[in-house]
């Protein structure tokens, strides 16, 4: 069974920083690129970052770019995300999904809570 499990959410003030983790099970890990997602209420989903294991290509939305990194640790099985200079325009439902460009397998999502 494939699944996706983000983690590390939590409240931070302007300026500090956050890492997440998206643990993920049932399927060859360095197969696919992982993806990680925001969503703030009231606004439509975005895609902040996603790298791909096997050809170890990364991209990053512009509104995260400089500040957030994105790595894998293939021996756990893991993609983490580094989140530095955190904004309140930050704060949103993170999650993290399998696939690129089509995201076939979601994770539950963790909060991350920025005061400014």
């Known amino acids: 069974e494939v699944q996706l499990q983000a983690s590390g959410g939590g409240l931070v003030q302007a300026g500090g920083s956050l890492r997440l983790s998206c643990a993920t099970s049932g399927f060859t890990f360095d197969d696919y690129a992982i993806g990680w997602f925001r969503q703030a209420p009231g606004k439509e989903r975005e895609r902040i970052s996603c790298?791909?294991?096997?050809?170890?290509?990364?991209k990053y939305g512009d509104s995260v770019k400089g500040r957030f990194t994105i790595s894998t640790d293939s021996r756990k099985n893991t993609v983490c995300l580094q989140m530095n200079s955190l904004k309140p325009e930050d704060s949103a439902l993170y999650y993290c999904?399998?696939?690129?460009?089509?995201?076939?397998?979601w994770g539950q999502g963790t909060l991350v809570t920025v005061s400014s």
């Open positions: 790298i791909n294991s096997y050809d170890r290509s990364i």
């Open positions: 999904a399998r696939g690129d460009p089509m995201y076939d397998y």
